[in-house]
């Protein structure tokens, strides 16, 4: 009868060490995959953020050019009323 004690008591002792050192494993793991998720995150973020950045710089040298052509042409119909 002894020796049933130890060894049912060695099983929840066992599995309960086993259940406390998982559970700091599996948090520790989720920790890690939300790192890496947020990483991911940023990444495309960033990506977005850049092409952005190029599509309004494009943007503002065609403005730029348009208001050239506006600016002479309107000094052309002002130049051919006079």
């Known amino acids: 009868m ?7 008591l060695l099983g929840v ?3 309960f060490a086993g ?4 559970s700091r494993r599996r948090k520790a793991e989720c920790v890690g995959y939300e790192l890496n998720n947020m990483q991911k995150a940023i990444q495309v973020w960033k990506e977005v953020a ?3 950045a190029v599509e ?5 040298r065609e403005i730029d050019d348009l208001k050239k052509e ?5 000094l052309k119909y002002r130049k051919q009323n006079k």
């Open 50 to 52: 850049e092409y952005q």
């Open 56 to 60: 309004i710089a494009t943007l503002r």
């Open 2 to 8: 002894d020796t049933s004690i130890i060894i049912a």
């Open 70 to 74: 506006l600016a002479n042409i309107e």
């Open 19 to 22: 259940y406390m050192l998982g």
């Open 13 to 15: 002792v066992s599995s």
